[in-house]
C-alpha cells in the first residue's frame, strides 16, 4: 500500500463549480502538506504549502488538512477551464519541502 | 529571474547505455533535489543535494547517481538502463523557503 492515497480521476465538473480533491496518507510522520498543479508537458507548479493541521486560503484556493484522519483536502472555488490540469499532493516528514512524497495526482477537467 | 533549467528535454536511449541528466537551479538556491515521474508510480524523490553533498536519498538501485557542482548546478547519471528507467525526470531548486520544479527531462528506453 502506499504511504499517499490519491485517486487519479479523471474528475470532470462544469466551469463555476467547487471542486474538492482529497489525499490520504498513512505516515504520522509527516508535518508538511503541499499541493501542486502540473499541466501537460510541465513540471508540476506550487500551489498551496501548509504545516501540520488547519486551514490555508489563496484566492480561489483553500487547503486543509486533518492530521487526526490523516486526510487533506483542496477545495477550488469557481473553477474555470485553466483549472484542468493534474493535482498532485505532497508531504513531507522532514523540514519544508524535503524528500517529498507525492500522490499519483488527480486528473481535474473544467468544462466551459 | 530565470526558472529552473533543465537539459536536455527529451532522449532517447537503449538498454544498457548510460545517461546524464542536467539541472541548472535558480540564481541564490542551493538544494536541488531529483525526482522520477511514471504513470503508475506517479513522482518518486531519487535524491537531494545541498552545497555538493548529497543529503538525502530516496530508494532508488545504485545504478542512480548524482553531483552538484559549486554553482549549484547538479547532474544525475543512470547506468546500464534497463526500459523500466523511462520517465520523466524533474528537478526541483528550492532556496528560501522557495520550491520551484524544472519542465522536466523526458527519457525513453528502448
Known amino acids: 500500500q502506499k504511504e499517499v492515497e490519491q485517486d487519479p480521476g479523471p474528475l470532470s465538473v462544469p466551469e463555476g463549480a467547487i471542486v474538492s480533491l482529497n489525499c490520504t496518507y498513512s505516515n504520522s510522520a509527516f508535518q508538511y502538506f503541499m499541493w501542486y498543479r502540473q499541466y501537460s508537458r510541465k513540471g508540476p507548479e506550487l500551489l498551496m504549502y501548509?504545516?501540520?493541521?488547519g486551514n490555508k486560503e489563496d484566492g480561489r484556493f483553500t487547503a486543509q488538512v486533518d492530521k487526526s484522519s490523516k486526510y487533506i483536502s483542496l477545495f477550488i472555488r469557481d473553477s474555470q477551464p485553466s483549472d484542468s490540469a493534474t493535482y498532485l499532493c505532497a508531504m513531507s516528514a522532514g523540514k519544508g519541502f524535503q524528500k517529498l512524497v507525492f500522490g499519483t495526482g488527480t486528473r481535474l477537467l473544467v468544462s466551459p | 529571474k530565470a526558472g529552473v533549467t533543465q537539459t536536455p528535454r527529451y532522449l532517447i536511449k537503449t538498454r544498457g547505455q548510460q545517461v546524464t541528466l542536467s539541472c541548472s537551479p535558480i540564481?541564490?538556491?542551493?538544494?536541488v533535489s531529483w525526482y522520477q515521474q511514471t504513470p503508475g508510480q506517479g513522482l518518486q524523490f531519487l535524491f537531494e543535494?545541498?552545497?555538493?553533498?548529497?543529503?538525502n536519498k530516496g530508494n532508488f538501485p545504485g545504478r542512480f547517481s548524482g553531483r552538484q557542482f559549486s554553482n549549484s548546478r547538479s547532474e544525475m547519471n543512470v547506468s546500464t538502463l534497463e526500459l523500466g528507467d523511462s520517465a520523466l525526470y524533474l528537478c526541483a531548486s528550492r532556496g528560501n523557503n522557495e520550491q520551484f520544479f524544472g519542465p522536466g527531462t523526458r527519457l525513453t528506453v528502448l
Open positions: 540564481s541564490g538556491h542551493r538544494s
Open positions: 501548509t504545516y501540520s493541521s
Open positions: 543535494y545541498f552545497s555538493e553533498t548529497q543529503r
